[in-house]
């Protein structure tokens, strides 16, 4: 039985991969922060377990690690669902806001992979999978510090897929459009039309577009895809 170890695990597109891949019969453990009542609901669903983790914490990352390892055995897979996003003016960006968009979603993804490699590399395989986001490729108006971390996954995906490749690792990226998570709660309704109007599919994507790309890539199926970014958006911004 594979196993996989998840970041961001309890709501949106890591949710979808936690309650996708238990389902598909992998071991499954998962990250979370805060939300205690999310992670229990999903982990009873499932059977996954839920370890709380700060990501941007590297030794709470490694610390975890450890635990789900027991728990699990070595990952087969490790994917960074973890991310938060804030709208505003670069100019009013505060340093603390930068600081944290980038350790969520940049440098967790960094420690979690860090965490897993050794492992992976006595194995002599894996498949590491970063959930980035179309503004990570093509970038968003007042998203600016949001967007550079998700460009970052995909400097950083492109250079470890070089680096491990050797060791039988694979690395990749999914990115996803706009998709249906608590990440859109900002927008109102008037928004959210024009955004399913400009996706050529005509429909905004769900958590489960995402999971079952994300599936693809950690299975023997992308067993010679390695460095690739794929895109689930469905058209919109292409």
Same mark, same amino acid.
């Given at each position: 039985?594979?196993?996989?170890?998840?970041?961001?695990? $309890?709501?949106?597109? /890591?949710? &979808?991969?936690? +309650?996708?891949?238990?389902? !598909?019969?992998?071991? #499954?453990?998962?990250? @979370? =922060?805060?939300?205690?009542?999310?992670?229990?609901?999903? $982990?009873?669903?499932? /059977?996954? &377990?839920?370890? +709380?983790?700060?990501?941007? !914490?590297?030794?709470? #990352?490694?610390?975890? @690690? =450890?635990?789900?390892?027991?728990?699990?055995?070595?990952?087969?897979?490790?994917?960074?669902? &973890?991310?938060?996003?804030?709208?505003?003016?670069?100019?009013?960006?505060?340093?603390?806001?930068?600081?944290?968009?980038?350790?969520?979603?940049?440098?967790?993804?960094?420690?979690?992979?860090? &965490?897993?490699?050794?492992?992976?590399?006595?194995?002599?395989?894996?498949?590491?999978?970063?959930?980035?986001?179309?503004?990570?490729?093509?970038?968003?108006?007042?998203?600016?510090?949001?967007?550079?971390?998700?460009?970052?996954?995909?400097?950083?995906?492109?250079?470890?897929?070089?680096?491990?490749?050797?060791?039988?690792?694979?690395?990749?990226?999914?990115?996803?459009?706009?998709?249906?998570?608590?990440?859109?709660?900002?927008?109102?309704?008037?928004?959210?039309?024009?955004?399913?109007?400009?996706?050529?599919?005509?429909?905004?994507?769900?958590?489960?577009?995402?999971?079952?790309?994300?599936?693809?890539?950690?299975?023997?199926?992308?067993?010679?895809?390695?460095?690739?970014?794929?895109?689930?958006?469905?058209?919109?911004?292409?």
């Amino acid at each position: 039985m594979k196993s996989v170890l998840i970041s961001g695990g $309890s709501r949106g597109i /890591g949710r &979808a991969l936690v +309650k996708l891949l238990s389902e !598909s019969g992998w071991r #499954v453990a998962f990250l @979370y =922060e805060k939300n205690d009542d999310a992670a229990n609901e999903i $982990s009873s669903l499932t /059977g996954a &377990a839920s370890i +709380k983790c700060d990501i941007s !914490s590297r030794d709470q #990352v490694f610390e975890a @690690y =450890e635990t789900a390892k027991k728990i699990i055995g070595i990952p087969n897979g490790v994917v960074s669902c &973890a991310g938060i996003a804030q709208q505003a003016l670069f100019q009013d960006i505060t340093e603390g806001e930068w600081h944290k968009m980038i350790g969520v979603n940049l440098s967790g993804a960094a420690y979690l992979t860090q &965490a897993a490699l050794s492992d992976m590399i006595s194995e002599k395989k894996g498949s590491i999978v970063f959930v980035s986001s179309i503004w990570g490729e093509v970038g968003a108006s007042m998203e600016a510090h949001y967007s550079a971390s998700k460009a970052g996954l995909i400097g950083l995906m492109r250079a470890l897929s070089k680096e491990v490749g050797p060791s039988g690792i694979r690395v990749n990226a999914v990115t996803p459009g706009v998709i249906q998570t608590d990440m859109l709660n900002c927008f109102d309704d008037d928004a959210m039309k024009a955004l399913k109007d400009e996706t050529p599919l005509g429909r905004i994507g769900m958590p489960e577009d995402v999971a079952k790309a994300i599936r693809f890539l950690l299975s023997e199926d992308a067993s010679f895809i390695t460095g690739q970014t794929l895109g689930v958006n469905g058209g919109f911004g292409m």
